[in-house]
């Protein structure tokens, strides 16, 4: 069974900088691309940021140029930096991999920005 553990969120200020971290179990990140996604109140799930393992990586528009996205293969781990935070960023961050078979969530972490 997969499991994602994410880790690192907190309570920042409008312009502070946060690191979330996702462990993967098992022998998925090897052959996944991993994501990050969010949820803020009231708001759908929207994707924030993707790498594949070829290196591909995609960023959600409204986080372009202040979030980066990294894969560690030998922790197993997928990061997510995130610089000039804004409140607009505030919400339930979640670690994700899927396929057509499958797709699995970690158990969200909270960000929240304040002005």
């Known amino acids: 069974q997969v499991q994602l553990v994410e880790s690192g969120g907190g309570s920042v200020q409008t312009g502070g900088s946060l690191r979330l971290s996702c462990v993967a179990s098992?022998?998925?990140?090897?052959?996944?691309?991993m994501a990050w996604y969010r949820q803020a109140p009231g708001k759908e799930r929207e994707l924030v940021a993707a790498?594949?393992?070829?290196?591909?990586?995609h960023y959600g528009d409204s986080v372009k140029g202040r979030f980066t996205i990294s894969r560690d293969h030998t922790q197993n781990t997928v990061y997510l930096q995130m610089n000039s935070l804004k409140p607009e960023d505030t919400g339930i961050y979640y670690c994700?991999?899927?396929?057509?078979?499958?797709?699995?969530w970690g158990q969200g972490i909270q960000v929240t920005v304040s002005s």
């Open positions: 994700n991999t899927a396929s057509v078979a499958y797709n699995y």
């Open positions: 098992g022998n998925i990140f090897r052959t996944n691309a």
């Open positions: 790498a594949t393992t070829e290196g591909e990586i």
